[in-house]
C-alpha cells in the first residue's frame, strides 16, 4: 500500500538555508494533508495542515504546498535550525470527516550547524 | 501544555499471552485512535473510536484487537493473544475535532 509515498529517506541541511521535504500521493480522493514531526522515542507532533481547496498554507517557519494536478505537497521550513533535525511525516486523510491518516515512510531531516 | 500520557512506555510479553495498552488522551478530546509503527515500516492506522464505539478500522484490526474506553478518562487497546508480528510501536492519539490528531509519546511492544 502506497498511497503516500515520501521518496527521500534523509535530507541534510545547513543551519539558515531552507529545508524542501517532498510527499506524493496516488489516491485522489484525499482531501486533507498534514505534517508531522517526530523525534527518537517520542510520538508524532502535529506541524501544520491544508485542505484540497488551498494550494498553500503558512505558519511562521513552515510553508505546505499543495500541487493537486500532479499529486504532490512538500514542507519548506525556512530558516532551518539545528531543532527541526527530526523524522518527518507527510500524512493525508479523504476527508474532514474521515477519522484514518494514511502515513508516508517519513523522511529524516539533519540540520548541520 | 495538555498531552496523551501512555502507559507502560515498554512492555515485554510472550507470544500467546494477552497484553493491555494505556492511554490517557486529553481531557476535552471527543476521537480517539490507536496507530502503531512496525521497526523501519510507516505509521499505520488500526482504529478510531468516538461515543464510545469504534468508528473506523483497519485490516490489522482483526478479532485479537480491541479497544475500550473504561471509565472516562483512559482508553485501552487490548491484544488477546500475541504474535511476534505485533511487535512494534503503538501511538495512542486524541483529537478534539477530526483530522488533527495529538500523539502519546508511544509504547513499545516486543513479544518474545
Known amino acids: 500500500d502506497q498511497q503516500v509515498k515520501q521518496n527521500s529517506p534523509s535530507l541534510s541541511v545547513q543551519e539558515g538555508r531552507i529545508s524542501i521535504l517532498n510527499c506524493d500521493y496516488t489516491?485522489?480522493?484525499?482531501?486533507?494533508f498534514l505534517w508531522y514531526k517526530k523525534y527518537p522515542a517520542e510520538g508524532p507532533t502535529f506541524l501544520i495542515s491544508?485542505?484540497?481547496?488551498?494550494d498553500k498554507n503558512e505558519d511562521g517557519r513552515f510553508t505546505v504546498f499543495l500541487n493537486k494536478s500532479a499529486k504532490h505537497l512538500s514542507l519548506h521550513i525556512v530558516p532551518s535550525q539545528p531543532g527541526d533535525s527530526a523524522v518527518y511525516f507527510c500524512?493525508?486523510?479523504?476527508?474532514?470527516?474521515?477519522?484514518?491518516?494514511?502515513f508516508g515512510q517519513g523522511t529524516r531531516l539533519t540540520i548541520n550547524p | 501544555e495538555p498531552e496523551v500520557t501512555q502507559t507502560p512506555s515498554h512492555q515485554v510479553t510472550q507470544m500467546g499471552q494477552e497484553v493491555i495498552l494505556r492511554c490517557v488522551p486529553i481531557?476535552?478530546?471527543?476521537?480517539f485512535y490507536w496507530y502503531r509503527q512496525i521497526l523501519g515500516q510507516k505509521v499505520e492506522f488500526l482504529v478510531s473510536?468516538?461515543?464510545?464505539?469504534?468508528?473506523?478500522k483497519s485490516e490489522i484490526f482483526d478479532d485479537q484487537f480491541s479497544v475500550e474506553r473504561p471509565d472516562g478518562s483512559n482508553f485501552t487497546l487490548k491484544i488477546r493473544s500475541t504474535k511476534l508480528e505485533d511487535s512494534a510501536m503503538y501511538f495512542c492519539?486524541?483529537?478534539?475535532?477530526?483530522?488533527?490528531?495529538?500523539f502519546g509519546q508511544g509504547t513499545r511492544l516486543t513479544v518474545v
Open positions: 481531557s476535552n478530546h471527543l476521537y
Open positions: 473510536f468516538y461515543n464510545n464505539e469504534i468508528s473506523e
Open positions: 491544508i485542505s484540497s481547496i488551498k
Open positions: 489516491n485522489s480522493m484525499f482531501d486533507y
Open positions: 492519539a486524541s483529537s478534539e475535532r477530526v483530522i488533527v490528531a495529538f
Open positions: 500524512a493525508a486523510s479523504e476527508d474532514w470527516g474521515a477519522q484514518k491518516l494514511v
